[in-house]
């Protein structure tokens, strides 16, 4: 079954594109389930558009999900519609997110870390003047921080799990076993699943999230997955689909998990 659960759309200020081109670049791509999936406005901050170019407006988000909805039921029989967003997780400040999301019928919810130790992690400055020898504490740290994502308990999906390599590459091959472990295994025992997201080959690093060693840790580990391009533009839908499922069997993996109403359910890879 083709699914992809992470997309975002022209509202959040960095993506092009309306929610309905999504959905017919989807079709296009014979996609069965989609999932709408832009960033949550910044529910912690005072401001009602804290941050323009990464995130919609707090007073923009009843007419996201309006219009999500509405194309859930327009194509309910050409394709599976899930409304979601994808949260930031924000250590001790997630509250608001709780309380602000709370009265919407979401499918599922994405949480993500793009913030680690006071800054963005995609942010190319953070790594001037770090040298080599830094590089395992460092991921070990961001792969904890990925873990307390997961033990909030707050999320389905657990969002690009390695993502802090994207503007710094040689990241990428720094083995630290012990904290990705940990991280593998809060995400299995919160009840969440790892999404397979390819957009780090937008990214400097190229590739996906995560390495492939993490995709066989996963596996061992019995952690669940799901798809998700987290597309920026409706071309990359699905991107790189049929390599990732071909990886995925491989290495043994047999299905996808997707969301209906919060709740879990199982569908065959292919």
């Known amino acids: 079954m083709k699914v992809d659960l992470h997309t975002h759309h022209n509202r959040c200020g960095h993506a092009k594109g309306s929610l309905r081109d999504y959905v017919l670049a989807a079709l296009d791509q014979g996609v069965e389930v989609l999932g709408l999936s832009d960033h ?40 599976e519609i899930l409304v979601s967003t994808e949260a930031d997780y924000l250590s001790g400040r997630m509250d608001a997110y709780t309380k602000a999301l709370s009265g919407y019928p979401l499918d599922y919810l994405i949480g993500s870390v793009h913030q680690f130790e006071g800054s963005e992690i995609f942010d190319v400055r953070r790594w001037e003047g770090v040298g080599g020898d830094e590089l395992p504490a460092i991921k070990a740290r961001y792969f904890r921080l990925v873990a307390e994502c997961a033990r909030s308990g707050l999320f389905d ?35 969440a699943v790892m999404e397979i997201n390819t957009s780090g ?46 990886v995925l069997h491989d290495i043994g993996f047999s299905a996808w998990t997707v969301f209906r109403g919060g709740t879990a359910r199982q569908c065959p890879l292919f």
């Open 40 to 79: 949550t406005p910044m529910f912690a901050e005072e401001e009602d558009h804290a941050l323009p170019p990464v995130a919609m407006p707090k007073s923009a988000f009843p007419s996201y999900i309006a219009e999500a909805l509405a194309l859930k039921e327009e194509f309910a029989h050409s394709i």
């Open 157 to 191: 999906v657990i969002g690009h799990v390695d993502a802090l390599k994207g503007s710094h590459p040689p990241l990428g091959a720094v083995p630290v076993p012990a904290a990705a472990d940990e991280m593998l295994l809060a995400i299995r025992d919160s009840g």
């Open 201 to 246: 080959n937008t990214k400097m690093c190229g590739g996906w999230y995560p390495e492939f060693d993490l995709l066989e840790r996963a596996h061992h580990f019995g952690v669940p997955i799901t798809f998700a391009s987290d597309a920026h533009t409706p071309e990359r839908v699905c991107d790189q689909y049929p390599e990732v499922v071909q």
